[in-house]
């Protein structure tokens, strides 16, 4: 089994960077696993032009965006971690969502059909960290919508989300507390 970490995060060790590493830590180890700091990576943003539709492939000069998109197609589970900016997932994360449109579902040329999902049956994780506290974490405009964002992501590729960790009040803590790595380690051991 192929499992694809995607970390958003700009910090080396922010909340949703650890979550991501605690993920990892519980994956079986004869798993196969992929990892991607996309920060440090080279993805042009969409050009809007819609010529992957009838190709299925981007059309820009190939980049980073091309390679981690092939990895979306072939991985059996996705893993996506973004830290909330302002209620949803880092610019970062959106663009290279954006760019990977047609690694997540089909869509026909003129683009009046309904896509099709590409990942029926393959499962998906989503993690975000806040700085609001609970029950402020759960509105749109904070760490809710980050997580609403990754979802309708995995969704309309027709994965199964088999978990998701909000880290709320990340600013209050000094080292990821014990409930998440537990969390963590209980949604890894169902992939």
């Known amino acids: 089994m192929k499992v694809l970490f995607i970390n958003a995060s700009p910090r080396k060790n922010g909340f949703s960077t650890q979550v991501l590493k605690e993920l ?15 920060n440090n990576l080279n993805i042009s943003p969409c050009q809007g032009c819609l010529q992957c539709r009838p190709s299925k492939e981007c059309i820009l000069p190939k980049d980073d965006g091309h390679r981690i998109a092939q990895s979306i197609k072939n991985a059996d589970v996705l893993i996506l971690g973004s830290p909330t900016y ?9 663009t290279l969502i954006d760019r990977s449109l047609t690694a997540f579902e089909e869509i026909d040329a003129s683009g009046l059909e309904i896509p099709t999902p590409l990942h029926t049956g393959k499962k998906a994780v989503i993690v975000t960290a806040c700085n609001m506290p609970f029950p402020g974490s759960e509105l749109p405009n904070h760490g809710a919508g980050a997580l609403f964002a990754m979802e309708t992501t995995v969704n309309a590729g027709g994965y199964d989300l088999v978990g998701k960790i909000m880290v709320d009040g990340a600013a209050s803590y000094k080292h990821l507390p014990n409930h998440i790595k537990e969390k963590a380690y209980e949604i890894a051991s169902r992939l």
Do not use: K
């Open 24 to 38: 990892y830590n519980g994956i079986n180890s004869a798993y196969e696993t992929i990892w991607f700091d996309i």
């Open 86 to 94: 302002f209620g949803n997932i880092t610019g970062p994360l959106r």
